[in-house]
Nanobody, 124 residues
Framework: QVQLVESGGGAVQAGGSLRLSCVASLRTFSSYSMAWFRQAPGKEREFVAAVAWSSSRTDYADSVKGRFTLSRDNAKNTVNLQMNSLKPEDTAVYSC?????????????????WGQGTQVTVSS
């Protein structure tokens, strides 16, 4: 059974940083493109960042470019999202997702597996 488990969420003040991690129980982790999405209360889920299975490409939503950095460690079946200069509008539940041999898609339906999510709260 595939599991994606997120960690690292919490409450910070604006301007602070958090590092989210997602560990995936995927036997061939290196063949999966990995992404982070977020959903704020009353809003639709939105794409945050994705890294291709080949690590040849990493894409970010315009709203997080220059502040967030996504990386993957295939040896540990892990992706990490370093979030700096956090803003109150970054408050959301952040979920990681996996797509086998997928591209760095921005649509949730392009991903095969999802984690339960971790809460990030940024206060002003």
């Amino acid at each position: 059974q595939v599991q994606l488990v997120e960690s690292g969420g919490g409450a910070v003040q604006a301007g602070g940083s958090l590092r989210l991690s997602c560990v995936a129980s995927l036997r061939t982790f290196s063949s999966y493109s990995m992404a982070w999405f977020r959903q704020a209360p009353g809003k639709e889920r939105e794409f945050v960042a994705a890294v291709a299975w080949s690590s040849s490409r990493t894409d970010y939503a315009d709203s997080v470019k220059g502040r967030f950095t996504l990386s993957r460690d295939n040896a540990k079946n892990t992706v990490n999202l370093q979030m700096n200069s956090l803003k109150p509008e970054d408050t959301a539940v952040y979920s990681c997702a996996a797509a086998r041999f997928g591209r760095t898609g921005v649509l949730g339906r392009e991903y095969d597996y999802w984690g339960q999510g971790t809460q990030v709260t940024v206060s002003s």
